[in-house]
């Protein structure tokens, strides 16, 4: 039996195109039928619950983290030029645009998205999914919508609560290590982080929130091949989010501050 041959095309332009379309269906075809038929309020709850709520915890541990290592970062640096009043400002305006919605997306990913591949693609392997059209369930309205609109919801609130953790920790750094006024650390931080800032932030969390939920969802509903099968639509899932996340991040933070009317500050 000839193996068959994938010319260069095929795999740098062709596949990939396919892939964008087949993916851009599949949402297309969820969002359809969270109307027609109406998607279950409860389990949308349901999922906002294990995705958002169960998520709290290491969100906050994350901004605790990244804003004690960016307070002591930002500290040693600015206290070259005699600005250590400059840190929450600093560590507010990285956390608030690009931090936050970037890294509280991967762990969300590896902890929410990782489980709707490989809970979907049992169910798909197991036929499970063939079942429940057996019986007039449609699986986008019961399995897919439900986990994308809680993680498109959940994620912009994550994201503040990660903001919140990691600018109260660099207060804590500035104001006990480097001997910064309250009045000043809230001066600064007042004048460099804008809402607006905060809400770019968001903007690029629920996005982050919908390509792994979606590439979760789309890669567990089209695996096969048994367990071997569920672990590789997992694996991929998790792959392709993160990476679709990293370039999804440059071309929004780049039309953001060309979207900006005063400037990057």
């Known amino acids: 039996m000839k193996a068959t041959k994938v010319s260069i095309v095929d795999l740098l332009f062709v596949n990939p195109i396919t892939a964008v379309g087949a993916l851009v269906v599949f949402i297309g075809n969820t969002i359809l039928r969270t109307f027609r038929p109406r998607m279950s309020f409860h389990l949308f709850l349901k999922q906002c619950e294990f995705t ?91 399995l897919v919508a439900p986990r994308i609109w809680a993680s498109v919801a959940m994620m912009p609130l994550l994201t503040c609560i990660f903001v919140m953790s990691g600018v109260t920790c660099s207060f804590a750094i500035a104001v006990l290590i480097y001997d910064v006024d309250i009045a000043v650390f809230n001066e600064k931080i007042q004048w460099i982080v804008k809402p607006r800032h905060l809400w770019e932030g968001m903007q690029k969390a629920m996005v982050f929130g919908l390509i792994f939920s979606s590439v979760g969802c789309y890669k567990g509903f089209h695996a096969g091949g048994g367990a071997k099968g569920v672990g590789r639509a997992t694996t991929e899932a998790v792959v392709i989010s993160l990476v679709t996340i990293l370039v999804v991040d440059f071309f929004m933070s780049y039309f953001q501050f060309l979207s900006a009317q005063d400037g990057l500050f």
């Open 52 to 142: 958002g709520n169960l998520s709290i915890g290491i969100m906050i541990l994350a901004g605790i983290m990244i804003g004690a290592v960016f307070g002591l970062q930002f500290g040693e640096i600015l206290k070259i030029f005699g600005a250590e009043g400059m840190i929450g400002a600093a560590a507010g305006f990285a956390l608030s645009k690009e931090l936050a919605p970037v890294i509280g997306s991967f762990l969300v990913t590896a902890r929410a998205g990782s489980s709707m591949a490989a809970e979907i693609a049992t169910m798909r392997v197991n036929e499970q999914v063939d079942a429940m059209r057996v019986m007039a369930v449609n699986p986008y309205n019961y």
